[in-house]
């Protein structure tokens, strides 16, 4: 199958938020074994002394103000919709693709490390999904939704590594919950905080819930929840045995790839070389959970057109 079709399928638009979209097709089964296999891991280990932990406050209390089962019902309903959505249009990509397949690997190994940095992590339903289309871009909706388009994987030749920056990084979006506290400050800043959580106590569920959905498409997350999820992002892949160094070569590419036709992510991720000096900086700080952590015992080629 070719991942980068000839033509465009106009598929959904990526959110904003996030580095680009991709589902593969995984039909109610392979959801619920993909979950299995997760939860088979064991209960992810409990954050060391070493690592990003002590460079990242708590979560904010503006996130608060929205209740977060409504908020992962939101993104679990938008990802649905544009899963059905790809179906249609012949874009995902079956799940016994090899990039498919690379996903779900990855995964496997970086969200077994999760529920520290959130204890709802362990009650969401991951998916992991891959869609063919030329964007660069990827994202993971509140509740752990996944989502590589084929274009980033295609056009950057991103290695596995690569790959697990990527994946760390939306992953701590999510499990940072930059989304609900985007939604809750835009909540009250238009109806004001002391109503907001009146507002989502009463009769107004059905239309907040479409309202969220219609924002993950549209929230831009600020320059500090870029550097939260980078820190975050990188430990996550150093504890999954991936190279944490991979972000300074994906941060090149991405800076190579905004030479010609800007990337979608770069209207929300901002680039350039002061976000490859703090991915440097805060090398030392996961080193030694990389040296410690069990590596990959399998590795996969690039993705090819």
């Given at each position: 199958?070719?991942?980068?079709?000839?033509?465009?399928?106009?598929?959904?638009?990526?959110?904003?938020?996030?580095?680009?979209?991709?589902?593969?097709?995984?039909?109610?089964?392979?959801?619920?074994?993909?979950?299995?296999?997760?939860?088979?891991?064991?209960?992810?280990?409990?954050?060391a002394q070493e690592g990003v932990a002590g460079e990242v406050g708590k979560i904010s209390r503006v996130a608060k103000l929205i209740p977060a089962e409504q908020v992962?019902?939101?993104?679990?309903?938008?990802?649905?919709?544009?899963?059905?959505?790809?179906?249609?249009?012949?874009?995902?990509?079956?799940?016994?693709?090899?990039?498919?397949?690379?996903?779900?690997?990855?995964?496997?190994?970086?969200?077994?490390?999760?529920?520290?940095?959130?204890?709802?992590?362990?009650?969401?339903?991951?998916?992991?999904?891959?869609?063919?289309?030329?964007?660069?871009?990827?994202?993971?909706?509140?509740?752990?939704?996944?989502?590589?388009?084929?274009?980033?994987?295609?056009?950057?030749?991103?290695?596995?590594?690569?790959?697990?920056?990527?994946?760390?990084?939306?992953?701590?979006?999510?499990?940072?919950e930059h989304a609900r506290e985007r939604m809750g400050k835009t909540a009250a800043t238009r109806i004001g905080a002391g109503l907001v959580s009146s507002f989502f106590?009463?009769?107004?569920?059905?239309?907040?819930?479409?309202?969220?959905?219609?924002?993950?498409?549209?929230?831009?997350?600020?320059?500090?929840?870029?550097?939260?999820?980078?820190?975050v992002g990188m430990e996550l892949a150093a504890r999954a045995g991936y190279d944490p160094a991979a972000g300074v070569s994906l941060w090149e590419k991405m800076t190579?790839?905004?030479?010609?036709?800007?990337?979608?992510?770069?209207?929300?991720?901002?680039?350039?070389?002061?976000?490859?000096?703090?991915?440097?900086?805060?090398?030392?700080?996961?080193?030694?959970?990389?040296?410690?952590?069990?590596?990959?015992?399998?590795?996969?080629?690039?993705?090819?057109?």
């Amino acid at each position: 199958m070719n991942l980068l079709p000839d033509h465009d399928p106009h598929l959904p638009s990526a959110p904003t938020h996030g580095w680009g979209r991709c589902d593969c097709h995984a039909g109610p089964m392979n959801r619920r074994l993909f979950t299995g296999l997760l939860v088979a891991g064991g209960a992810a280990p409990a954050l060391a002394q070493e690592g990003v932990a002590g460079e990242v406050g708590k979560i904010s209390r503006v996130a608060k103000l929205i209740p977060a089962e409504q908020v992962e019902a939101a993104g679990a309903a938008q990802y649905a919709q544009m899963t059905r959505e790809a179906t249609g249009k012949g874009a995902l990509v079956p799940a016994d693709h090899p990039q498919v397949r690379r996903l779900r690997y990855i995964a496997q190994r970086v969200l077994p490390h999760t529920q520290p940095w959130n204890p709802r992590a362990s009650q969401w339903r991951w998916e992991v999904n891959l869609l063919a289309s030329n964007q660069l871009n990827a994202f993971c909706m509140p509740g752990g939704k996944i989502a590589f388009y084929s274009g980033i994987l295609v056009k950057l030749q991103l290695s596995d590594d690569e790959v697990a920056a990527i994946m760390g990084h939306e992953v701590a979006h999510a499990l940072r919950e930059h989304a609900r506290e985007r939604m809750g400050k835009t909540a009250a800043t238009r109806i004001g905080a002391g109503l907001v959580s009146s507002f989502f106590g009463l009769g107004n569920l059905g239309d907040a819930a479409l309202n969220m959905g219609a924002q993950l498409l549209t929230l831009r997350f600020s320059r500090e929840d870029e550097s939260e999820a980078d820190l975050v992002g990188m430990e996550l892949a150093a504890r999954a045995g991936y190279d944490p160094a991979a972000g300074v070569s994906l941060w090149e590419k991405m800076t190579s790839a905004n030479r010609g036709a800007p990337p979608q992510f770069l209207s929300t991720h901002p680039s350039g070389p002061n976000r490859i000096k703090e991915i440097q900086a805060a090398l030392p700080k996961v080193a030694g959970l990389y040296r410690k952590a069990p590596k990959p015992d399998q590795r996969f080629p690039v993705a090819t057109a």
